[in-house]
């Protein structure tokens, strides 16, 4: 699949999650992934992205780790520990290099871990097309990316 096409495939139940406090990178982050097909919302603090995992029951939370309110380790700690966010995928999007992060995220089930400043918009969206597509193969659909 080019990066440009609609992820038909996927975008009709693919939801994503942008957990970032930078509006003009979660903008990006949001066009970027509406582009190849997917359903995504913005939530720009801790607590919003909280109520929004909640509601939405997304795909993927693409997690920045230094948000305002609940920090971003957090809202993967209470997502783990209940019922509606415990097999939710998550990739940490951060400034922070992994070894600075707080430890145990890859612990607690994350997909990947990526620093925001060495991260193309390309590796972007083949990371979060591989995640959606082993979500697709875990329940059971064939996917053709």
Known sequence: MLMD??????????????????????TIYKTRMENIGYITFVAHEGNEALAMIEKERPSLVLLDLMVPGVAGDQI???????????DIRVLIISNLNEADAPAGLRAQGIEGYAVKANLTNDQLDRMVDAIIKREAEARGETTAL
Do not use: F, H, Q, T
Not at 76 to 86: A, C, F, I, P, V
């Open 76 to 86: 993967l700690k209470r997502m783990r520990e209940s019922e509606w966010g415990k």
């Open 5 to 26: 096409e609609p992820n038909d495939l996927y975008g009709s139940w693919a939801k994503i999650l942008i957990v970032e406090d930078n509006y003009d990178l979660a």
